[in-house]
């Protein structure tokens, strides 16, 4: 493992760093019950629309403090959401605040958080949307579950893809003929309806977590058909190889030269295929919370974080940070794209 | 002195009887094998020699029943230790192959997976399930002088010879009864060649495995061979003992001439053969060619024996008296 950091960090810097980047990002979003500040449904109803707060160092007189601090801030304009400081008392930002307990992933608790500021001053280091409630909080909750449905997602289709692109390959025949039909009536439906309509068999009134499981699943039952073509297509390529006849030369089973000769051999393109179709399951799932089929409110994701957007143009100009998860998409796209393209190589033998 | 088909030894460890394999093609089948017999004894080195389409390779690819989807074997019995292979299922092939026939390929790069480890390789190829497999590994690595060590790296970081040892290796490891050596040197320059020859002669000696060499080079069969069969258009014309005799069949006479420097390879007459497969069957398939062909040989040839390990398919030759 160690073997392969290094070789990924001499072969490709940029690659390197979205390894690391991503890993962040996950981290985060995993342990956003300590890290964020707020809990994402957690409203400031006299707060809507809150730009990012401004941390200060120098108090209105000028003096300096060492540790940082924030002003409260009142509504000035009610009709455009402006506010103006309010500089009688400062608030510092105090870290390991103890709050409302929170649950991380059902078992542990904790009460404490990483940072916060007392109340009536709010820290939003991202702003505030409409209910008031911090971007910042919602948007780390958020990569929550968009990263995990992409993950769990590609899991799922890739097992699936490999499993049926293998066996298809492999066999041939009759085998190949059946299993090679199904994925075709399933890529002749376009993805996106698809999408729609295996949403629209299941009710709207779900719970979060049946919401989110149902989600994985549809994603990960578009996303495996074009992958099992591939994967058969170099299936009938590599089992022509020489060293699959080697293999069976020495006796193995059919299983055996399948899952340790020609699968990993398959490596170098479904591995770059894994992590550039990540961002595939985000979009998706966005697109899906874009059109409120998705994650329901008041839990987010960073495509509904995103469709609360929508249809309100007001945003652009008066509250951009409404748009950073999709900022935040586009970033983690383009570090999945770069760690894909570096991995292919990598992972490659010959090229140590 | 010639006797028809003799059988039934106990040191035979392969025997091949009467093999026509044929390629299904969609409207016709073509004949690539064609009423193949030889048998291989425990410990000794049979060189197989043809040109580049003989079926030399099909042949080999044949007795570990790994041909292609497109070849069919149409007839014959394939003995392995008295065992007809043609007839047992594909499970207990698997145990025959590697156990008791190990097979060497020519392109040692190409037949080695990569992106298994040399050790890995070893390991896969050990079919029993020893404790000391370790041990076993790096006793069989040692053998063709290996180091142990080679076992963490990966294929393409070793040269061809080191690569071609890897794969005797691997074929040595559960002591078969038969090696194939299937054009082993093709790739190899003539140093490391020699010295995969030596080591596969080691081998011989050492453990006593009978080992079925397939090669284009004549020369290279007379001097390791302890008996050689020559191979033309799916047939094998000529089985005989280097040193103890010369080949009289016309084709080996040629291939003979070539490495001794004669010019006769000149003389012939190497217009296209144009015989197709059924042409084949029913005269001898050097016919077109033969500078000492007669009106008697535009019919069927058996293979004759001439004497429990030598035999040959033609009718001029003074040794096949019986037709």
Same mark, same amino acid.
């Given at each position: 493992?160690?073997?392969?950091?290094?070789?990924?960090?001499?072969?490709?810097?940029?690659?390197?760093?979205?390894?690391?980047?991503?890993?962040?990002?996950?981290?985060?979003?995993?342990?956003?019950?300590?890290?964020?500040?707020?809990?994402?449904?957690?409203?400031?109803?006299?707060?809507?629309?809150?730009?990012?707060?401004?941390?200060?160092?120098?108090?209105?007189?000028?003096?300096?403090?060492?540790?940082?601090?924030?002003?409260?801030?009142?509504?000035?304009?009610?009709?455009?959401?402006?506010?103006?400081?309010?500089?009688?008392?400062?608030?510092?930002?105090?870290?390991?605040?103890?709050?409302?307990?929170?649950?991380?992933?059902?078992?542990?608790?904790?009460?404490?958080?990483?940072?916060?500021?007392?109340?009536?001053?709010?820290?939003?280091?991202?702003?505030?949307?409409?209910?008031?409630?911090?971007?910042?909080?919602?948007?780390?909750?958020?990569?929550?579950?968009?990263?995990?449905?992409?993950?769990?997602?590609?899991?799922? =289709?890739? *097992?699936?893809?490999? %499993? +049926?692109?293998?066996?298809? $390959? &492999?066999?041939? @025949?009759?085998?190949?003929?059946? #299993?090679?039909?199904?994925?075709?009536?399933?890529?002749?439906?376009?993805?996106?309806?698809?999408?729609?309509?295996?949403?629209?068999?299941?009710?709207?009134?779900?719970?979060?977590?049946?919401?989110?499981?149902?989600?994985?699943?549809?994603?990960?039952?578009?996303?495996?058909?074009?992958?099992?073509?591939?994967?058969?297509?170099?299936?009938?390529?590599?089992?022509?190889?020489?060293?699959?006849?080697?293999?069976?030369?020495?006796?193995?089973?059919?299983?055996?030269?399948?899952?340790?000769?020609?699968?990993?051999?398959?490596? =170098?393109? *479904?591995?770059?295929? %894994? +992590?550039?179709?990540?961002? $595939? &399951?985000?979009? @998706?799932?966005?697109?899906?919370? #874009?059109?409120?089929?998705?994650?329901?409110?008041?839990?987010?994701?960073?495509?509904?974080?995103?469709?609360?957007?929508?249809?309100?143009?007001?945003?652009?100009?008066?509250?951009?940070?409404?748009?950073?998860?999709?900022?935040?998409?586009?970033?983690?796209?383009?570090?999945?794209?770069?760690?894909?393209?570096?991995?292919?190589?990598?992972?490659?033998?010959?090229?140590? | 002195?010639?006797?028809?088909?003799?059988?039934?030894?106990?040191?035979?460890?392969?025997?091949?009887?009467?093999?026509?394999?044929?390629?299904?093609?969609?409207?016709?089948?073509?004949?690539?094998?064609?009423?193949?017999?030889?048998?291989?004894?425990?410990?000794?080195?049979?060189?197989?020699?043809?040109?580049?389409?003989?079926?030399?390779?099909?042949?080999?690819?044949?007795?570990?029943?790994?041909?292609?989807?497109?070849?069919?074997?149409?007839?014959?019995?394939?003995?392995?230790?008295?065992?007809?292979?043609?007839?047992?299922?594909?499970?207990?092939?698997?145990?025959?192959?590697?156990?008791?026939?190990?097979?060497?390929?020519?392109?040692?790069?190409?037949?080695?997976?990569?992106?298994?480890?040399?050790?890995?390789?070893?390991?896969?190829?050990?079919?029993?399930?020893?404790?000391?497999?370790?041990?076993?590994?790096?006793?069989?690595?040692?053998?063709?002088?290996?180091?142990?060590?080679?076992?963490?790296?990966?294929?393409?970081?070793?040269?061809?010879?080191?690569?071609?040892?890897?794969?005797?290796?691997?074929?040595?490891?559960?002591?078969?009864?038969?090696?194939?050596?299937?054009?082993?040197?093709?790739?190899?320059?003539?140093?490391?060649?020699?010295?995969?020859?030596?080591?596969?002669?080691?081998?011989?000696?050492?453990?006593?495995?009978?080992?079925?060499?397939?090669?284009?080079?004549?020369?290279?069969?007379?001097?390791?061979?302890?008996?050689?069969?020559?191979?033309?258009?799916?047939?094998?014309?000529?089985?005989?003992?280097?040193?103890?005799?010369?080949?009289?069949?016309?084709?080996?006479?040629?291939?003979?001439?070539?490495?001794?420097?004669?010019?006769?390879?000149?003389?012939?007459?190497?217009?296209?053969?144009?015989?197709?497969?059924?042409?084949?069957?029913?005269?001898?398939?050097?016919?077109?060619?033969?500078?000492?062909?007669?009106?008697?040989?535009?019919?069927?040839?058996?293979?004759?024996?001439?004497?429990?390990?030598?035999?040959?398919?033609?009718?001029?030759?003074?040794?096949?008296?019986?037709?």
């Amino acid at each position: 493992m160690r073997r392969l950091l290094q070789r990924l960090k001499n072969h490709s810097r940029p690659a390197y760093f979205s390894l690391w980047f991503l890993l962040v990002f996950y981290f985060v979003s995993f342990f956003a019950d300590i890290l964020a500040p707020y809990h994402f449904d957690q409203q400031f109803r006299n707060k809507p629309y809150h730009p990012p707060t401004k941390i200060h160092f120098f108090d209105s007189g000028g003096n300096f403090h060492i540790r940082p601090f924030v002003y409260n801030t009142v509504i000035d304009d009610p009709v455009f959401k402006t506010y103006k400081q309010d500089y009688s008392k400062i608030y510092p930002l105090k870290f390991f605040v103890s709050g409302k307990e929170r649950r991380i992933f059902f078992f542990f608790k904790t009460k404490r958080y990483l940072f916060g500021v007392d109340q009536p001053a709010g820290i939003f280091l991202f702003g505030t949307d409409n209910y008031g409630r911090d971007i910042f909080s919602r948007l780390l909750y958020g990569g929550r579950i968009s990263l995990s449905i992409s993950l769990i997602g590609v899991f799922i =289709s890739f *097992s699936l893809g490999m %499993i +049926t692109g293998g066996i298809a $390959g &492999y066999f041939g @025949g009759i085998i190949d003929q059946i #299993l090679m039909r199904l994925v075709e009536i399933l890529m002749v439906f376009p993805s996106f309806y698809l999408m729609l309509s295996l949403r629209a068999m299941f009710p709207l009134n779900l719970s979060s977590i049946q919401v989110y499981l149902l989600i994985v699943m549809i994603l990960s039952l578009i996303g495996w058909a074009g992958l099992a073509r591939i994967i058969r297509g170099m299936v009938l390529s590599i089992k022509e190889e020489d060293y699959v006849l080697a293999a069976r030369s020495l006796g193995l089973p059919h299983w055996k030269i399948l899952l340790f000769h020609i699968f990993p051999n398959t490596f =170098s393109y *479904s591995i770059t295929a %894994i +992590t550039i179709s990540v961002p $595939g &399951y985000i979009i @998706g799932e966005a697109a899906l919370s #874009l059109l409120g089929l998705g994650i329901q409110e008041p839990y987010p994701s960073w495509g509904n974080i995103l469709s609360s957007t929508i249809g309100n143009l007001r945003v652009l100009g008066d509250a951009p940070w409404l748009l950073l998860a999709g900022i935040f998409i586009f970033v983690v796209l383009i570090n999945f794209n770069l760690l894909g393209d570096a991995l292919r190589n990598v992972l490659d033998p010959k090229n140590w | 002195m010639c006797l028809t088909q003799k059988t039934g030894e106990m040191e035979q460890i392969l025997e091949v009887k009467n093999l026509s394999v044929l390629r299904v093609e969609k409207t016709e089948s073509i004949s690539i094998l064609n009423d193949i017999n030889f048998m291989v004894k425990k410990g000794e080195m049979f060189c197989l020699v043809g040109e580049s389409g003989s079926g030399k390779t099909t042949l080999a690819l044949s007795i570990i029943k790994l041909l292609p989807k497109s070849f069919k074997i149409a007839s014959g019995e394939i003995l392995i230790n008295g065992k007809n292979i043609l007839e047992i299922n594909e499970q207990s092939m698997r145990n025959i192959r590697g156990k008791d026939i190990s097979i060497i390929f020519q392109d040692p790069s190409a037949y080695l997976d990569p992106l298994f480890t040399i050790g890995s390789h070893l390991q896969e190829s050990y079919h029993g399930k020893n404790e000391n497999k370790k041990e076993l590994i790096s006793l069989a690595l040692q053998e063709v002088g290996l180091d142990s060590e080679v076992q963490t790296v990966y294929p393409h970081q070793l040269s061809g010879g080191q690569q071609q040892r890897v794969m005797i290796a691997m074929a040595l490891i559960n002591k078969p009864s038969i090696i194939i050596a299937d054009e082993p040197t093709t790739a190899l320059d003539v140093l490391t060649t020699r010295q995969v020859i030596d080591l596969l002669n080691a081998i011989r000696l050492k453990h006593n495995p009978a080992i079925f060499f397939i090669t284009h080079d004549l020369e290279l069969a007379m001097k390791t061979g302890t008996r050689i069969g020559i191979m033309y258009r799916g047939h094998i014309v000529e089985i005989f003992k280097p040193g103890r005799e010369k080949p009289s069949h016309p084709y080996a006479n040629i291939l003979l001439g070539t490495i001794e420097g004669k010019d006769t390879i000149l003389e012939l007459n190497f217009k296209k053969n144009t015989m197709d497969s059924k042409q084949m069957q029913q005269k001898c398939p050097f016919f077109d060619m033969c500078v000492e062909k007669e009106a008697r040989c535009k019919k069927t040839i058996p293979f004759v024996w001439c004497d429990s390990e030598t035999g040959i398919r033609c009718l001029k030759n003074g040794r096949n008296t019986q037709v």
